[in-house]
């Protein structure tokens, strides 16, 4: 298995996302972690996996100075109009995270890890360069595909032989997330390195509604009620993702 970096497909299929209520909520509940958090100062933020930039251009419209880096240049030139059409500057770098020490000269106030681990081979790997990349009294947000919810919507659906199997992972060209990250074993392996300050689910409940009631709901509800219950101890590690501030120890 190797790293999956995203085509003119995927990027497509990201856009489709970002424009309907998932994304919407992804970005919500990312957006009010991060509000609750940040210090009201100017900060250097790089966001490894910046995908079509929309966390990063939250951010510069915030006046953070930002540094966007992606692998995939459909993914780049996305982020890169996108910051065009809403005035913004930033840095562009298009590389993926293996070679981003050799390229970056120092530590950033804030790094965003967002719906990258789960996507890695092995996602272990990169967070001894993502604590290299914070500055030590800075924040990193890690935001990862929950093997949990995947576990529990597979249960609901009654798809107990994949469950027996074990089979989580997308397959070939498919935009499933290929390696769903168990929660303890994230935890355990950030144990040395971090400190996990903050930690919210996110589309705790809104992936597991009927569609005929998917449907009916308005926006405004979806956000306000996902927002409430993001950090329910109940209901936040449904998150179909999860969404961790962490600090270097």
């Not at 919500?28 to 009201?40: G, K, M, N, S, Y």
């Not at 100017?42 to 939250?58: E, I, K, N, T």
């Not at 419209?61 to 966007?68: A, E, F, I, K, P």
């Amino acid at each position: 298995m190797t790293d999956r970096h995203f085509d003119e497909l995927a990027t497509r299929f990201a856009e489709k996302i970002y424009g309907g209520a998932k994304g919407a909520i992804r970005l919500a509940v990312l957006q009010a972690d991060l509000a609750e958090t940040l210090p009201d100062r100017p900060l250097r933020v790089l966001d490894v996996g910046a995908g079509l930039g929309h966390m990063s251009l939250w951010l510069a419209q915030r006046g953070h100075q930002v540094t966007l880096a992606e692998p995939a240049e459909p993914m780049l030139a996305g982020a890169r109009q996108r910051f065009a059409e809403a005035g913004q500057s930033a840095s562009f770098i298009q590389a993926p995270w293996q070679e981003l020490l050799g390229q970056l000269d120092q530590p950033f106030d804030l790094v965003l890890c967002h719906a990258v681990l789960e996507w890695l081979a092995e996602p272990a790997a990169i967070l001894p360069v993502l604590h290299q990349l914070t500055a030590r009294d800075g924040w990193l947000s890690l935001a990862f595909y929950n093997k949990d919810a995947l576990i529990y919507r597979n249960l609901l659906k009654g798809h107990f032989r994949k469950l027996r199997k074990e089979r989580f992972a997308g397959e070939g060209q498919s935009l499933t997330p290929q390696r769903p990250l168990d929660p303890r074993e994230l935890e355990d392996s950030l144990q040395s390195g971090w400190q996990i300050t903050s930690r919210s689910g996110v589309r705790v409940f809104h992936d597991y509604m009927p569609q005929e009631f998917q449907a009916r709901a308005e926006l405004l509800d979806l956000l306000e009620m996902e927002l409430a219950y993001r950090r329910h101890p109940g209901f936040a590690g449904l998150g179909r993702y999860l969404h961790w501030i962490c600090r270097p120890r």
